[in-house]
């Protein structure tokens, strides 16, 4: 496990919601998802000649990093959420990812957002992604952003916002990539071991207090629970997705991206969804590899290009 995500785990462990592991993996068994097993292709390496501005204010305290390629552009835009349980958002998360996406002719701007930790919930954290967008537009002709292109992609937690954002068409995305990101939270966990279940779905979980508050449990609100699943505010005006999860996340189970992929596919919306073989959840596995090479990132570029540009 890398140093960035040990501190996310030590994070969570100090906020007082460790992140658990099931000791089981969750079966995938979506009919219309693609299996891959990433090439031994290189990994991806730090790309050099980027335009990079850092810790740019852009509500309040939380801060932005923006990549940038070499030249005025205007470049499509991508806004980088990071995971972090629900607990941390820290956007100097999958730098390297980052760098890649940007070298391939892209802005790519990644956010810190208010999470559990500071007492925020869901609706907060797309507040925050709205304004980062607004932002970003507003001042289009300083980073070198295209305002009429634009997309989010996230990972895990920010996999999840990112799609809740993904489906509000006031944010005018015109594409998603959700890295194994979670869509009915009060299921988040079906599939793993008995005692990963309880820790997910009980009041004080940090899952369920980022929808509910403190205290509160899924099956006491399941109106809420519902209003905070992107797959219940799918239309067939939804931007294009890009789901990925692997088949041993033990973090969060692969039935997730699955459920909000066929809520895409009904709806009329054009979805991919990628199955890594033998993916854990990103850096918190014991193959980070699996999702730090060219063959998986192309096809992320693939289809940021095919919607973006």
């Known amino acids: 496990m890398k140093l960035a995500m040990r ?19 969750a079966p995938d068994r979506d009919p219309d998802s693609v299996a891959i097993t990433p090439g031994p292709r290189a990994a991806i390496g730090t790309v050099r000649g980027l335009r990079s501005h850092k ?10 990093d923006i990549l940038a390629p ?10 980088y959420l990071p995971g972090g349980g629900f607990v941390s958002a820290r956007r100097q998360m999958a730098a390297k ?4 996406v940007a070298a391939a002719g892209f802005v790519v701007a990644s956010i810190d957002y208010r999470t559990a930790s500071v007492g925020a919930s869901y609706r907060d954290g797309l507040t925050d992604v709205a304004t980062a967008l607004d932002f970003l537009r507003a001042n289009a002709t300083e980073y070198g952003v295209d305002t009429g292109k634009s997309a989010v992609w996230g990972e895990s937690a920010g996999g999840y916002l990112a ?8 944010n005018k995305l015109d594409a998603v990539v ?14 793993f071991d008995a005692d990963t279940v309880t820790a997910y779905t009980s009041a004080g979980s940090p899952i369920q207090a980022y929808i509910l508050g403190p205290d509160r449990a899924p099956a006491d609100h399941p109106d809420e629970m519902r209003q905070a699943d992107p797959a219940g505010r799918v239309t067939a005006d939804t931007p294009p997705f890009l789901l990925l999860h692997g088949d041993d996340d033990r973090i969060i189970t692969p039935a997730q991206t699955a459920r909000l992929h066929q809520a895409l596919l009904q709806a009329g919306v054009d979805s991919t969804r ?16 699996l999702w730090n090479n ?3 990132m192309d096809r992320v570029v693939t289809f940021l290009r095919q919607h973006l540009t």
Do not use: C
């Open 70 to 79: 070499q030249g005025s552009g205007p470049h499509p835009l991508v806004l």
């Open 163 to 170: 799609a809740m954002a993904g489906t509000d068409p006031g």
């Open 55 to 64: 810790s740019i204010p852009y509500a309040g305290k939380l801060r932005m």
């Open 294 to 296: 060219t063959d998986l």
């Open 7 to 25: 501190v996310v785990t030590v994070l969570a462990a100090l906020s007082g919601h460790p992140i658990r592991f099931s000791k089981v993996a």
């Open 274 to 289: 990628y199955v890594v073989q033998g993916g854990g959840h990103g850096e918190l596995s014991d193959h980070p590899d």
């Open 178 to 191: 959700d890295v194994f990101g979670a869509s009915n939270l009060a299921m988040v966990a079906d599939g």
């Open 97 to 100: 990812q980052r760098q890649y």
